[in-house]
Nanobody, 113 residues
Framework: QVQLVESGGGLVQPGGSLRLSCAASGFTFERSVMRWYRQAPGKERELVAG????????SYADSVKGRFTISRDNTKNTVYLQMNSLKPEDTAVYYC??????WGQGTQVTVSS
């Protein structure tokens, strides 16, 4: 079955960096668009970044452009989210996604001094 397992979250100070990873299995990863979403307390889940199957195309929410970078390694069935210059408003649970139905369990990112 499809599995998406996120890791790399944690507590970081404002201005710091984190790298999230999502290990995928149970589907043809190299043919699948992958996305990162996030959900802050009391807010709706929002799309943060997406990457095409071969990795040639990426897209970002305006709020993270220039600070976050999505990438993938199709030899490892893994998608990454490099997050730099983190702000308190980036605090959320971050989810890996593919297609309309498949989600990871999420990883908590907390940006606080």
């Amino acid at each position: 079955q499809v599995q998406l397992v996120e890791s790399g979250g944690g507590l970081v100070q404002p201005g710091g960096s984190l790298r999230l990873s999502c290990a995928a299995s149970g589907f043809t990863f190299e043919r699948s668009v992958m996305r990162w979403y996030r959900q802050a307390p009391g807010k709706e889940r929002e799309l943060v970044a997406g990457i095409t199957a071969a990795g040639a195309g990426t897209s970002y929410a305006d709020s993270v452009k220039g600070r976050f970078t999505i990438s993938r390694d199709n030899t490892k069935n893994t998608v990454y989210l490099q997050m730099n210059s983190l702000k308190p408003e980036d605090t959320a649970v971050y989810y890996c996604n593919t297609g309309p139905y498949f989600w990871g369990q999420g990883t908590q990112v907390t940006v606080s001094s």
